[in-house]
């Protein structure tokens, strides 16, 4: 089964400065999408970024971007310019088969003013 | 466009009784999903449907039960509530057939205490 670990239960990063979360996962399958979702205490899930693993190149998103290394199995996002509003619980997510999606346990991001 | 809509947003049962979980979309999506979320924790897959007429077990489906007449509607049930069954449940549903890309949406999530 795959798995999704997020090494980092909780981060912090000053106002304005750049933040990089952690996020390896485990699979056989050679074609897989890959996701960072951000849930607010609202407890809203929106997605952030998506990249597909065919895909050498890194997927970006104004602020956000991921580093994705393959070989690895890593999938990192690195939020630049970071802002009150970017405070959240932050959760990778792997895709490999239409039906299903596996999650992380979660990062939670403090943004000190 | 309301998206997805889940009712209730909050409850608290007893032991033992039972409950529908109700979600609708009104997007058109092919697939739905149920997941519950523990405090702390990521997201869990209960069941999924990729179609009307069609669903499978997730990761964690034992003590609930779901059905997909409609392409709207993915009702959740709780059989005989134990305990451990307290979480937040979000159902969320994503468009596409036979796609691994697509984004999915989320419903707002229902925060069931079983007590």
């Known amino acids: 089964a795959q798995t999704v670990t997020q090494s980092q239960p909780e981060m912090s990063v000053q106002e304005a400065e750049t933040v990089t979360l952690s996020c390896t996962y485990d699979t056989s399958e050679s074609d897989y999408y890959l996701f960072w979702y951000k849930q607010p205490p609202s407890r809203q899930m929106i997605l952030v970024i998506r990249q597909e693993a065919y895909k050498q190149q890194n997927a970006t998103e104004n602020r956000f971007s991921v580093n994705f290394q393959k070989a690895a199995k890593s999938f990192s996002l690195k939020i630049s310019d970071s802002q009150l509003g970017d405070a959240a619980m932050y959760f990778c997510?792997?895709?490999?088969?239409?039906?299903?999606?596996?999650f992380g346990d979660g990062t939670t991001l403090t943004v000190k003013p | 466009n309301a998206g997805v809509t889940q009712t209730p947003k909050f409850r608290i049962l007893k032991i033992g009784q039972s409950m529908t979980l109700q979600c609708t979309q009104d997007?058109?999506?092919?697939?739905m999903y149920w997941y519950r979320q523990d405090p702390g924790m990521g997201l869990k897959l209960i069941y999924y449907?990729?179609?009307?007429?069609?669903?499978d077990k997730g990761e964690v489906p034992n003590g609930y039960n779901v059905s997909r007449s409609t392409t709207e509607d993915f009702p959740l049930r709780l059989e005989l509530a134990a305990p451990s069954q307290t979480s937040v449940y979000f159902c969320a549903s994503r468009p596409g057939q036979n796609t691994l890309n697509t984004e999915a949406f989320f419903g707002q999530g229902t925060r069931l205490t079983v007590v």
């Open positions: 997510a792997y895709r490999s088969v239409p039906g299903k999606s596996t």
């Open positions: 449907s990729v179609g009307a007429g069609i669903t």
């Open positions: 997007m058109n999506h092919n697939y």
